[in-house]
């Protein structure tokens, strides 16, 4: 089935300091899902943080950003440099049908510390 | 934003009792879900709602479970009975429309059965 696989954590940057959060994909009952980043703040819900639904482009949100690389099945969240209100859990996941995009397959998460 | 509500925050039930997720989606909405997370695990999908039936479920979706939402109240998850395994974060879902449209989530209510 599909599944996705993402940098483990913890991980702590310091503040300024640029982060990259790992996404890899594997998507065999579509060939080009719907790719999503989500972060859980302390003591909130899950929210969307960015999408992309076209392979080879980039979404961007709050000074993050990931490309839908289709050839190497990544989706990579970036950042240039941190603020210590990004310390959060993020979430990449993958939508198989893109008729119904609340049902989504997740990545383990991966908890982010940043360090004033 | 649009809030999602899931009551209790955390629910401690006897194994084989009947328990009742409840959840409160965002007014509007539609379209509803539950997920599972098992602590050190990935949240799973375990059903989508929509016009009062049972869209697509998952494997996890046991015949234990059952979700309605009657008369536009709370869009609730029931098991009956409980078992161990049913331990887990449930997270319920909304959205106004399957296509483009955002999924609004909620913080989760944490189920243990003893």
């Given at each position: 089935?599909?599944?996705?696989?993402?940098?483990?954590?913890?991980?702590?940057?310091?503040e300024s300091e640029s982060l990259i959060i790992n996404c890899t994909y594997s998507a065999t009952?579509?060939?080009y899902p719907n790719l999503f980043?989500?972060?859980r703040y302390p003591g909130e819900g899950l929210q969307l943080l960015l999408k992309v639904i076209t392979a080879g482009q980039k979404g961007s949100s709050r000074g993050f950003e990931a490309t839908y690389n289709k050839e190497t099945t990544s989706f990579h969240l970036q950042k240039a440099s941190v603020?210590?209100?990004?310390s959060a859990v993020y979430y990449c996941a993958l939508g198989d049908q893109p008729y119904n995009q609340g049902k989504l397959i997740f990545g383990q998460g991966t908890k982010l510390s940043i360090k004033p | 934003?649009?809030?999602?509500?899931q009551i209790p925050s955390h629910q401690i039930i006897d194994m084989g009792q009947m328990v009742t997720l409840n959840?409160?989606?965002?007014?509007?909405?539609l379209y509803f879900y539950w997920y599972k997370q098992i602590l050190g695990q990935q949240m799973e999908f375990l059903v989508n709602f929509y016009n009062g039936k049972v869209m697509e479920k998952s494997k996890l979706f046991k015949d234990q479970f059952s979700v309605e939402r009657p008369d536009g109240s709370y869009f609730t998850l029931k098991i009956q009975p409980t078992a161990l395994?049913?331990?887990a974060v449930y997270f319920c879902a909304s959205?106004?429309?399957?296509?483009?449209t955002e999924v609004f989530f909620g913080k989760g209510t944490r189920l243990t059965v003893v």
């Open positions: 089935g599909d599944s996705v696989t993402q940098t483990e954590g913890p991980v702590t940057v310091s009952s579509i060939a980043w989500y972060v603020q210590e209100s990004d | 934003g649009p809030k999602v509500l959840c409160d989606p965002v007014s509007n909405h395994e049913d331990s959205s106004f429309g399957q296509g483009s």
